[in-house]
């Protein structure tokens, strides 16, 4: 597991890279030459990036040795997380809708999983953070009508200096802000999905290789200046 971020990361720090809400070989592909850490998945089936659970499954297969998947889930039942267990057992789930703490560990039963926030004025991460001493990360993520960021920017200025957790920024990144929220917030990792679309679910290989271009120009300036 990440270490906890209740201390600065040091300055050699490299921000991992997750790329979500892919649905073609190609983009899967794309993402991975691009230095993509881990592939998102989303099997909410009201998401125009929505994915059958045999489909993630298949396009999983095509990831080399230390690229993650990550199944993306919102109110699930237990027969789906079951599902998901069993034919992508090698998946970091993450859980985007009303979860409980223990609704978390009974669908995750042992496999790792991250909780998303939804940010807004007077959330407590936090609280939300320490609650779930089970997850290996939590994502921060815009608060919009329903579930998931929808592509949008949250005030940063809203998130603590420190977390329990480590914590995945996103919401609304794309290759021309995401230098700045590295530098500003400095997350353990980064989440982009609409941030490199050409449209919705189909991704574009310039926009996802400038992404992670500028991740690791962050990356390179934080260590210049600690």
């Not at 859980?95 to 959330?123: K, N, T, W, Y």
């Not at 320490?130 to 990360?137: E, I, L, N, R, V």
């Not at 794309?174 to 997350?187: D, I």
Request: contains cysteine; neutral net charge.
């Amino acid at each position: 597991m990440p270490p906890s971020l209740t201390s600065p990361l040091p300055a050699f720090h490299r921000t991992r890279i997750k790329v979500c809400g892919l649905t073609r070989e190609a983009d899967v592909d794309a993402a991975v030459e691009a230095g993509a850490d881990a592939i998102g998945f989303v099997l909410y089936p009201k998401s125009p990036r929505h994915v059958p659970l045999a489909r993630a499954a298949e396009l999983a297969r095509r990831l080399p040795p230390f690229v993650t998947p990550v199944v993306l889930l919102v109110n699930a039942d237990a027969a789906l997380a079951a599902e998901v267990r069993q034919n992508l057992p090698q998946a970091l789930l993450q859980f985007h809708g009303d979860e409980q703490p223990a609704d978390c560990v009974s669908l995750a039963a042992g496999q790792p999983f991250i909780r998303a926030a939804r940010m807004a004025p007077g959330f407590n991460l936090l609280d939300f953070a320490s609650s779930y001493t089970d997850a290996q990360a939590v994502l921060v993520d815009a608060h919009v009508e329903g579930y998931g960021g929808g592509g949008q920017v949250f005030d940063w200025s809203l998130l603590p200096t420190t977390l329990s957790r480590p914590m995945i920024l996103s919401g609304g990144l794309h290759p021309g802000n995401v230098e700045e929220g590295v530098r500003r917030v400095r997350p353990w990792a980064v989440d982009v999905s609409s941030g490199v679309e050409a449209s919705k679910g189909i991704k574009d290989a310039a926009l996802m290789r400038r992404f992670c271009e500028a991740v690791r120009a962050a990356d390179r300036l934080c260590a210049e200046t600690v």
